[in-house]
């Protein structure tokens, strides 16, 4: 997870290749024509109580045209929004069962979804995000509306340089090639 990397490596990933790479910040290089997506690290707290060890990693984001605070979370796949701001951000609820569990290996179960038809961040868009309610707890309202998960993500390569506070990404490629060489790796017959 997150908490055993140093805030010094740059990590990223690629799902087509199915790889996730590490580098240290002196030799990274922000891929040409990325987007770059600044965050603000802030320390989690619960009333006037910080939590030791916990940090949000801050962006203002656009949730269907409405102003939401999200926590760059890139250890889950659902993207979340607080019950409470889904009027603004346009969400119907519908039928959905999943359970998330957190960092800390709290389980939590969820019974209903919204699609939001548009999510932008800087310069970087998903459409038809999967977004459930955001019921952590541990954090303030006034300090987060919920998470932007990995489903947003999907469309892009990702680089995280952490003590740059920047998140890093750039649009898939046609990824054929690269799913041929994973199932390669399998040493597949039927290739």
């Known amino acids: 997870g997150r908490d055993i990397l140093a805030d010094s ?32 690290d802030v320390p989690m707290t619960t009333g006037l109580v910080e939590v030791v060890g916990a940090t949000r990693r801050l962006v203002t984001a656009q949730v ?12 889950g796949f659902q993207s979340q929004l607080r019950s409470e701001r889904w009027a603004d951000a346009h969400l119907t609820p519908l039928p959905y069962r999943t359970t998330l569990v957190d960092e800390l290996g709290t389980p939590r179960a969820i019974d ?5 038809n548009q999510v932008t961040v800087g310069g970087a868009s998903g459409m038809g995000v999967l977004m459930v309610p955001y019921g952590d707890r ?3 309202p006034e ?3 919920g998470t932007l998960g ?5 469309p892009y390569h990702v680089w995280a340089d952490w003590s740059g506070r920047a998140i890093y990404l750039k649009p898939r490629e046609d990824a ?7 199932l390669g790796r399998w040493a597949s017959p039927e290739l």
């Open 112 to 116: 209903k979804a919204g699609i939001a």
């Open 176 to 182: 054929e090639d690269k799913l041929l060489a994973r």
């Open 64 to 75: 269907n045209g409405t102003k939401q605070t999200l926590h760059v979370d890139l250890g």
């Open 143 to 145: 300090q987060l509306d």
């Open 150 to 154: 990995l489903n947003f993500f999907a």
């Open 9 to 40: 490596l740059v990590f990223a990933f690629d799902r087509d290749a199915g790889m996730g790479f590490l580098a240290t910040r002196d030799v990274f290089t922000a891929p040409d024509g990325a987007i770059r997506l600044s965050y603000q």
């Open 138 to 140: 541990r954090t303030d």
